[in-house]
Nanobody
Framework: QVQLVESGGGLVQAGGSLRLSCLAS?????ICWFRQAPGLEREFVAS????????NYADSVRGRFTISRDNAQNTVYLQMNSLKPEDTGDYYC???????????????WGQGTQVHVSS
């Protein structure tokens, strides 16, 4: 069982930045961020692995968000810059054994952290 704990969410004005953190209790081949806005389905944001530099991003965040990891701290970060109101939602860290954008393929989930971007 892998436990994931997110932190770093909050309220920010459009154009601002936030950095989310996800502390993992163990490694899995893939680890990523999803988000879910009110009334919408959970959507893929970004993914990485613990073992190489592979990263993937949703088109909506590419160039603004950066996923990175600190293996020594077992922590994955999501640096979010140039935030927009449409980035508002609950952000979840997920871990699994495949690299995919389908949330159903991830076995482990954190409790989520809220991000609200005001216009």
């Amino acid at each position: 069982q892998v436990q994931l704990v997110e932190s770093g969410g909050g309220l920010v004005q459009a154009g601002g930045s936030l950095r989310l953190s996800c502390l993992a209790s163990a490694d899995t081949p893939s680890i990523c961020w999803f988000r879910q806005a009110p009334g919408l389905e959970r959507e893929f944001v970004a993914s990485t692995t613990w073992t190489d530099t592979t990263t993937n991003y949703a088109d909506s965040v590419r160039g603004r968000f950066t996923i990175s990891r600190d293996n020594a701290q077992n922590t994955v970060y999501l640096q979010m810059n140039s935030l927009k109101p449409e980035d508002t939602g609950d952000y979840y860290c997920a871990a699994g054994f495949v690299i995919a954008s389908d949330p159903a393929l991830y076995e482990y989930w954190g409790q989520g952290t809220q991000v609200h971007v005001s216009s």
